[in-house]
């Protein structure tokens, strides 16, 4: 795992062109310079600045602070499957602005196709997909017993939040995002929570998402109310990286990345005060979230090795808390159905779609035209219902 760090400040195309972040760039990514965004108010760029930046945010100069993860020496093979036929599947992946879409069952791709200039070597960023593998760090630090339990308080490993509204959060209400605490996500809204918080000046010698959190009052009790929150998910990146003493990135890549045979380098982007953004921003290839769902159906084992509890997936992915929406729920950082399935799902259309019932795993990446509330999330779920269909039927 290595740090990089590029220069923040934007001096016009000309200069950038002529430097290192230029070349870092590949063919089609260079081909979109003049789209680049100049600021880091990512939920506000415009589409032509998404399609640009998303498959490079690690090499933007105003966001590209990151550390490096590397690949396993032996990936793990996806080999070719029956072709799976998709009937509508070219107006579906122009309606999703797909990047990306690879189907895999039993092991073996079924479907995989690309858009927008993106190919199966670039990296793509995950958005909220990153908050499923935070979760599954914490599964591996319980495993290894750097974190004793989650009914322990998240403030007896991140000390910045006593006195706060955290004092009485345990970890399992962080993971099942129903600590009670006041939190506004709408990513349309500038002075949203989600939205404010990127902006705020961290105190002296405290992790910028502690400080702001810290700050936030209490609205409902503990574990009352299920409430969506992509600031705890950070916390909880926070609170892994204290009780392992590790990087996440680096602990990601001992405990996943490697374990798990991931093919390609991924990078992690970090917050002002050097943290990885535990919620969000981690960029790998789509194959390699595809094979992140193959690892949470071998139930978190990797080779011989039981990476995290043998039932924590047990836990995770099963609907922990009600979120008021029929056959759905919520779990450790993952969203679930009541048929068994389970997705890590991010903004402007990331996803990873695990059906353990038929060995199926859906990972896409795309740039909607609207972060969360376009019409595109209700035609994914109907295109996951599709695939689930024709794999029944025997296609």
């Not at 009485?168 to 995002?177: A, E, K, N, P």
């Not at 959190?213 to 009352?224: D, E, I, N, Q, V």
């Not at 799902?345 to 859906?362: A, E, H, N, S, T």
């Amino acid at each position: 795992m290595r740090k990089r760090t590029i220069a923040l400040g934007l001096a016009g195309a000309a200069i950038l062109a002529g430097g290192a972040w230029y070349a870092s760039l590949d063919k089609e990514t260079r081909g979109l310079i003049a789209a680049m965004p100049t600021n880091a108010d990512v939920l506000m760029w415009s589409q032509d600045q998404r399609d640009a930046a998303f498959r490079a945010l690690d090499r933007l100069p105003v966001l590209a602070r990151h550390h490096t993860i590397a690949p396993s020496a032996h990936p793990v093979p996806l080999p070719p499957g029956k072709p799976l036929a998709i009937p509508g599947m070219d107006h579906y992946l122009a309606s999703q602005r797909a990047a990306a879409m690879v189907i895999v069952q039993d092991g073996k791709i079924r479907f995989e196709r690309y858009g927008l200039g993106f190919d199966a070597n670039g990296r793509w960023t995950s958005f909220s997909v990153a908050k499923s593998f935070t979760s599954t760090l914490v599964g591996a630090a319980i495993q290894d017993g750097a974190i004793r339990s989650l009914e322990d308080k998240v403030s007896q490993y991140i000390p910045g939040l006593r006195g706060s509204a955290y004092d009485d959060v345990t970890i399992r209400q962080l993971l099942t995002m129903s600590s009670g605490v006041r939190w506004n996500e709408d990513y349309e809204d500038p002075k949203s929570d989600v939205a404010e918080f990127n902006r705020a000046k961290p105190e002296d010698g405290l992790d910028a998402t502690v400080s702001y959190m810290r700050k936030l009052p209490r609205a409902h009790p503990p574990g009352a109310v299920w409430h969506y929150n992509t600031g705890e998910t950070n916390l909880i990146g926070v609170l892994v990286t204290s009780a392992v003493k590790k990087p996440l990135a680096q602990y990601l890549e001992e405990k996943i990345w490697q374990p798990a045979g991931m093919e390609q380098e991924a990078t992690w982007l970090l917050g002002k005060t050097g943290h990885e953004i535990g919620g969000c921003c981690l960029q790998a290839a789509t194959r390699d979230f595809a094979r992140f769902g193959l690892f949470v159906l071998a139930n978190g084992k990797a080779g011989r090795q039981q990476i995290v509890p043998p039932d924590w997936f047990a836990q995770a992915t099963h609907k922990q808390k009600d979120i008021g929406k029929p056959g759905k729920g919520y779990g450790f950082q993952w969203w679930t159905y009541d048929d068994g399935s389970v997705a890590a799902q991010g903004i402007f259309g990331q996803g990873i779609f695990i059906d353990p019932k038929r060995r199926l795993v859906i990972a896409s990446n795309a740039d909607w035209t609207r972060a969360s509330k376009g019409p595109e999330p209700e035609a994914r779920e109907a295109f996951y219902k599709q695939v689930q269909a024709l794999i029944d039927a025997g296609n």
